[in-house]
């Protein structure tokens, strides 16, 4: 089990605070998890009220309460 699957499974359901990189720049998102596959993630973007669906490649920073992911 990898960092990412650490991180999830300990926040699962949770809202959290969701970096993604987006081209040259970062996006930040009000997320909750829903899921998580071996190359994706999918998450309730709380803003928006839609499902998304990334490639863990793209995410950069997540932070639930005090447990944090910080790609390398």
């Not at 999830?8 to 949770?14: A, F, M, P, Y």
């Not at 009000?30 to 803003?47: E, K, M, R």
């Not at 499902?51 to 992911?69: E, L, P, Q, T």
Request: a positive charge; charged letters at 25%; glycine letters at 8%.
């Amino acid at each position: 089990m990898n960092k990412l699957d650490r991180f999830l499974t300990q926040v699962g359901g949770r809202f959290s605070t969701l970096t993604l990189k987006e081209g040259s720049t970062n996006k930040d998102y009000c997320a909750q998890f829903i899921g998580a596959s071996p190359q994706y993630v999918t998450f309730n973007d709380v803003s928006t009220g839609l499902d998304r669906k990334v490639s863990r490649k793209r995410i950069v920073y997540a932070r639930v309460g005090n447990a944090r992911y910080r790609a390398r």
